[in-house]
């Protein structure tokens, strides 16, 4: 996992959750924040101590252990790391590398569906989350004047995403949201150009449906 320096994140203890807390940790698809444009690493952490580790769909099985005083050893084929707490939410998980002030950042794909892809959008997202209130709260009660607060948002990223069909690869706009789904009304590429009308069967045994370069729609037959 591909690390990240933070003097935010010191700042968040108190609204962080702890490492202890299972419930919020195990069994969610936590996305690895590094190169996720290009790959997908999803962590599932189960209740068993096994680490499931998929990379655009090929798993790799591992383990991993609360170790207490907020230390969590995952242990790979090939290698095996301890992290200590860094900040836990139910968005997002930043461990911190042991005796290094680095973080690594995974995103609960079930709360923000991959669209918090890059450390800038964390770091704003947090920002805006927990500082920016805290700090209004405090102008607040010293002036006695209410700020209007702004929304949160996170805009959606549309990526390509390559699918091995009968007619040849085929290339889908897809938001990390859609992943591994295919939304109606995307469009869609062969060699870079729209993809003829036609039905393609994919490497999964089923089908998507094309018109005028679109996504008409997605079927098992």
């Known amino acids: 996992m591909k690390t990240f320096i933070s003097d935010l994140i010191p700042k ?6 702890k490492l202890d807390n299972l419930t919020l940790l195990t069994n969610q698809h936590w996305v690895v924040i590094d190169d996720i444009n290009n790959n997908k690493n999803v962590y599932i ?6 680490l499931l580790i998929s990379q655009n769909g090929k798993v790799e099985k591992a383990k991993w ?15 095996s790391y301890l992290f200590k707490h860094g900040f ?3 968005n997002i998980l930043a461990l911190k590398v042991d005796s290094k002030d680095e973080y690594a950042f995974l995103i609960n794909e079930n709360k923000y569906d991959g669209e918090l892809n890059s450390i800038d959008r964390i770091i704003d997202f947090l920002t805006k989350k927990y500082i920016e209130p805290q ?7 010293t002036t006695g004047i209410r700020i209007e607060q702004p929304t949160i948002q996170v805009e959606p990223v549309i990526v390509l ?6 007619k040849g690869t085929l290339e889908i706009e897809q938001t990390h949201s859609s992943y591994p789904d295919i939304n109606s009304g995307r469009k869609a590429f062969i060699s ?12 999964f045994m089923w089908y998507v449906h094309i018109k005028d370069g679109q996504v008409l729609k997605i079927t098992l037959f």
Request: glycine content about 6%; overall charge negative; charged content about 40%.
């Open 12 to 17: 968040l203890q108190r609204f962080s959750q």
């Open 45 to 50: 952490f189960r209740a068993n101590n096994d």
């Open 65 to 79: 252990e609360y170790l207490g005083n907020n230390s969590l050893l995952i242990d790979k084929k090939d290698d």
């Open 88 to 90: 836990f939410d139910e």
């Open 135 to 141: 700090t209004i709260r405090s102008i607040e009660e």
């Open 161 to 166: 995403m390559s699918h091995k069909s009968d």
């Open 192 to 203: 870079g150009k729209p993809a003829p009308d036609g039905k393609y069967r994919l490497e």
